[in-house]
T-cell receptor
Framework: GENVEQHPSTLSVQEGDSAVIKCTYS??????FPWYKQELGKRPQLIID?????GEKKDQRIAVTLNKTAKHFSLHITETQPEDSAVYFC??????????????FGSGTQLTVLP | GAVVSQHPSRVICKSGTSVKIECRSL??????MFWYRQFPKQSLMLMAT?????????EQGVEKDKFLINHASLTLSTLTVTSAHPEDSSFYIC????????????FGPGTRLTVT
């Protein structure tokens, strides 16, 4: 099955700096890669996603890049703010095209933005 | 946007008893729902995939007789933890995929189960 590795496990940045979180996946058939933000005791919230036919996607301060050849994708947060502090999870879809998609999650990154 | 609810949000039960958790899609029909378990400071681990009108598909290592899943309608799936033990204490989260979207999963708010 699919295996998703995520690094780093913890990341501290100064407010205003950028944060980068990286993930690798094992199944070359994976074609959907969402990123989630989870605050303590709350549900994961989708913040951005990318499909395998796209190399980069940006939404305001958040961007995701995908390298299909190397099987890795990254989350970039610019101009970080204290409210960006949370646990971030990457995920990869292992379902076949056209059917419901099971997600395999990375291990998570605790991001702390220091004021 | 698509909303998924879970009930209860928190439950405390005694060892040996059973607990039922409900997952509802409030404004869309969910052909598929997923059940995850999340231990403190860990990732979400998929337990099972629930399809309306058919038997759930369990992940390796998840006991189907212990974690009973029923997806009786397009808006409701239930997870029953039978004969609960303290090691079953965890955060249980469901998610749903609408019939109109094959990618995005909409997550419920989670249920904190504590077995004493």
């Amino acid at each position: 099955g699919e295996n998703v590795e995520q690094h780093p496990s913890t990341l501290s940045v100064q407010e205003g700096d950028s944060a980068v979180i990286k993930c690798t996946y094992s199944d070359s058939a994976s074609n959907y890669f969402p990123w989630y933000k989870q605050e303590l005791g709350k549900r994961p919230q989708l913040i951005i996603d990318i499909r395998s036919n796209v190399g980069e996607k940006k939404d305001q301060r958040i961007a995701v890049t995908l390298n299909k050849t190397a099987k890795h994708f990254s989350l970039h947060i610019t101009e970080t703010q204290p409210e960006d502090s949370a646990v971030y999870f990457c995920a990869a879809s292992i379902g076949p095209s056209g059917s419901a998609r099971q997600l395999t999650f990375g291990s998570g990154t605790q991001l702390t933005v220091l004021p | 946007g698509a909303v998924v609810s879970q009930h209860p949000s928190r439950v405390i039960c005694k060892s040996g008893t059973s607990v039922k958790i409900e997952c509802r899609s409030l404004d869309f029909q969910a052909t598929t729902m997923f059940w995850y378990r999340q231990f403190p400071k860990q990732s979400l681990m998929l337990m099972a995939t629930s399809n309306e009108g058919s038997k759930a598909t369990y992940e390796q290592g998840v006991e189907k007789d212990k974690f009973l899943i029923n997806h009786a309608s397009l808006t409701l799936s239930t997870l029953t933890v039978t004969s609960a033990h303290p090691e079953d204490s965890s955060f249980y989260i469901c998610s749903a995929i609408s019939s109109g979207s094959l990618n995005e999963q909409y997550f419920g708010p989670g249920t904190r189960l504590t077995v004493t």
